[in-house]
């Protein structure tokens, strides 16, 4: 059975810190790997996919790797803003699932101004 | 662009009573999900579709019944709804296996 960690569950920072939110999963035969932002009382965002065969997606000051074999993924977020308080979710689809993703619980990060 | 809207957004139920949580999706998406969101469980997926007129059991499907009724449409029933059902729920799509969208939520408590 596949289990999705991410660690930390929370994170502190100052405004203009770089950082690095960490998603590890069980079963590395994985056809994707998804990441999500999910404000309070809101549904998810999503911000990036990344496809197995890849090594890492970018978005603005969003980059997400992915280490399939290590079974590992992180999104790195450059330059935080106080509006990049939310939690920020990891989520993974087997490759003979028929398409049902398995989450992590969660990193709620909050950047100080 | 509407995405995936769900109705209710909140919802109070006595215990036993049922109720029918709505969801469309305009992006011509083939694939449709059911998922429950608690705190210190994370998302847990309850059924999903893959296709019109197919529907799976995921994780924790007890107390709830599924209909792909076209496409654009995936609705949850609750039959006799439990205070364990007391959740935020979330409805999904994806053209396969791409990227899932989500809906913003029902709220739901069940006393």
């Known amino acids: 059975k596949q289990e999705v960690t991410q660690i930390p569950a929370a994170l502190s920072v100052p405004e203009g810190e770089n950082l690095v939110l960490n998603c590890s999963f069980t079963?590395?035969?994985?056809?994707?790997l998804q990441w999500f932002r999910q404000d309070p009382g809101k549904g998810l965002t999503s911000l990036l996919l990344i496809q197995s065969s890849q090594r890492e997606q970018t978005s603005g000051r969003l980059n997400a790797s992915l280490d399939k074999s290590s079974g590992r993924s992180t999104l790195y977020i450059a330059a935080s803003q106080p509006g990049d308080s939310a939690t920020y979710l990891c989520a993974v689809k087997r490759e003979t699932s028929g398409s049902r993703l398995t989450f992590g619980e969660g990193t709620q990060l909050t950047v100080n101004p | 662009n509407a995405g995936v809207t769900q109705t209710p957004k909140f919802q109070v139920l006595k215990t036993g009573q049922s109720m029918t949580l709505q969801c469309a999706q305009d992006m011509n998406h083939n694939s449709m999900y059911w998922y429950r969101q608690d705190p210190g469980m994370g998302l847990r997926l309850i059924y999903y579709?893959?296709?019109?007129?197919?529907?799976d059991k995921g994780e924790v499907p007890n107390g709830y019944n599924v209909s792909r009724l076209n496409k654009r449409e995936f609705s949850l029933r609750l039959e006799s709804a439990a205070p364990s059902q007391t959740s935020v729920y979330f409805c999904?799509?994806?053209?396969?296996?791409?990227?899932?969208?989500f809906g913003q939520g029902t709220r739901l408590t069940v006393v």
């Open positions: 579709s893959a296709s019109e007129g197919t529907t």
């Open positions: 079963d590395s035969a994985i056809y994707n």
């Open positions: 999904a799509s994806s053209r396969g296996d791409s990227e899932a969208f």
